[in-house]
């Protein structure tokens, strides 16, 4: 059947509202979504037809009876058929999760790699591989996209620079072809995490998501949604001056917080024992320098909470205390309190649960691409 344009964008906008009702308040049943979209039931039962037969939601009798007696269908979102890949490629690790339109994860792979000073191919290709496994375990599941997050700046076209990675102006499409999955889309790593720390873990709807990896990189949540900046390069708190002259840092300037408080200047969480002095030491000239980065984002930020994500939650324990101390020091004049400082939830799976959840938003949003 023919359908004019103008009925194809209406038909799209009301599978989004009607999709969109089910996310956020299902399981719902045809009258309930009609009274909550003021579309007729007619309407809704045909958009809800279409989201059935793309596998979008899925219907089970309701616990409670229906108008008249009847016992009522309900309708709420399925797990069992769309997917959205978050990928992950970092300077040791490379990761994978495949999480379904509930938000479940249903599959999650990392293996440790050593991409410093890499050349993009390989590493995407060994990515790619690992993706392909990931999905091989839950073969009935349809990706409807996937997100990468990269450790470095991400512009709207290209990878502008991954200092530890080596990447400079590697363009988005150059990467997307290399993946098996389509759409892909390229995002800062600690930006996603951030996204991931929101959607799927306990963080409130503004804070200062702070990842610790072999770089330091921050997501700063406001009101629910992503400060990017200009540019989209915001969140760079790793390269804060914390010492004038300091030490070399691999984004061309000195004295950086990655520096002192990157992965590489702070001991293993697995193998650190309690009463280790110099892994004590360690910790505490790292939460030093995270405590006057932060200090400064807060002054200029005003974040309600400050959370530490990637290898800072492990190690939370040994540097908060030191942290807390230079933000009291630092912010207890000008304000009643410093931001409540907590570990992420997510722990190392922050990012590609970020990415995911970027995929699935694009899906409720546009559910007509496949419905
Ligand atoms: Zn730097």
Redesign the pocket.
Known sequence: MNQPVRHGAMRARNLALVLGEIAGGGPLTRAALAELTGLTKTTVSSLVADLLSAGLVAQAPAARGGERGRPGVEVRLSGEHVAALGLEVNVDYLAACLVDLTGAVRARRTVRADNRASRPEPVLAALDRLAGETLAGVPSLRVAGAVLAVPGTVGERRVHHA?HLGWRNVETADIAARLSVAPVAVENEANLAALGELEFGAAPRDFLYVSGEIGVGAGLVRDGGLLRGSSGLAGEL??VVVTDGGPA?????RG????YAGRGSLPDPASLAADDPRAAAACRRAGRALGLALSSAVNLLDPGTIVLGGCYVPLFPWLAPAVEAVLDERLGALRPAPPALVPAVTGPDAAVLGAAGQVLRRVLADPASLA
């Open positions: 200092p790793g390269h840092c691999r984004c061309g300037s950086c917080l990655e520096v």
